[in-house]
T-cell receptor, first 112, second 112 residues
Framework: QKEVEQNSGPLSVPEGAIASLNCTYS??????FFWYRQYSGKSPELIMS????GDKEDGRFTAQLNKASQYVSLLIRDSQPSDSATYLC????????????FGDGTTLTVKP | EAQVTQNPRYLITVTGKKLTVTCSQN?????MSWYRQDPGLGLRQIYY???????DKGDVPEGYKVSRKEKRNFPLILESPSPNQTSLYFC???????????FGPGTRLTVL
């Protein structure tokens, strides 16, 4: 079992729709959770961080964390073509505080 | 401008020829990390450093060395590169472990 697993994708949604990205992790001691966006040929950039159970909203983005289910998700509302990218889930701070584990990524395409 | 820089950005080399990829940050961050990214895979952590003179292995440390003699620099050393180390390498830094990371632009390495 991979330490961090994301829905495999690719995911395609029409412009204006909600895109839902999911991630599960295996280390129950994990403390911090991140979603990074990576455009083709570019470096990852942070979209959302979440540290406690529940929802966290920032503009069109909502991150959801459920530590009991070891599950974190990212919802993108009113998806735009500019949201087309690969989204990486990252989990930190488990058994080894400095270890940072990424999922394989989900590629999202938003069609105009 | 706050940034993480990497050099070189592109490198083609031959098997066995020692090389160093430099990474520098100007944000006074304690934590730095190296990742490699291969097609279809997310980021895999090679080594990380919690602070000066403190380094630890990530998930794929074999064939790599690092050092952290100064806070701002975290070079990645390949003493005897092999073709399976052909990859895209990212350096990242953060204020401390388990918080959002800032990524460098990447170094594309080809080992022939």
């Amino acid at each position: 079992q991979k330490e961090v697993e994301q829905n495999s994708g690719p995911l395609s949604v029409p412009e204006g729709a909600i895109a839902s990205l999911n991630c599960t992790y295996s280390d129950r001691g994990s403390q911090s959770f991140f979603w990074y966006r990576q455009y083709s040929g570019k470096s990852p950039e942070l979209i959302m961080s979440i540290y406690s159970n529940g929802d966290k909203e920032d503009g069109r983005f909502t991150a959801q964390l459920n530590k009991a289910s070891q599950y974190v998700s990212l919802l993108i509302r009113d998806s735009q073509p500019s949201d087309s990218a690969t989204y990486l889930c990252a989990v930190n701070g488990g058994e080894r505080a400095g270890k940072s584990t990424f999922g394989d990524g989900t590629t999202l395409t938003v069609k105009p | 401008e706050a940034q993480v820089t990497q050099n070189p950005r592109y490198l083609i080399t031959v098997t066995g020829k020692k090389l160093t990829v430099t990474c520098s940050q100007n944000m006074n961050h304690e934590y730095m990390s190296w990742y490699r990214q291969d097609p279809g895979l997310g980021l895999r952590q090679i080594y990380y450093s919690m602070n000066v003179e403190v380094t630890d292995k990530g998930d794929v440390p074999e064939g790599y060395k690092v050092s952290r003699k100064e806070k701002r620099n975290f070079p990645l050393i390949l003493e005897s590169p092999s073709p399976n180390q052909t990859s895209l390498y990212f350096c990242a830094s953060s204020l401390r472990a388990a918080v959002k990371q800032f990524f460098g632009p990447g170094t594309r390495l080809t080992v022939l």
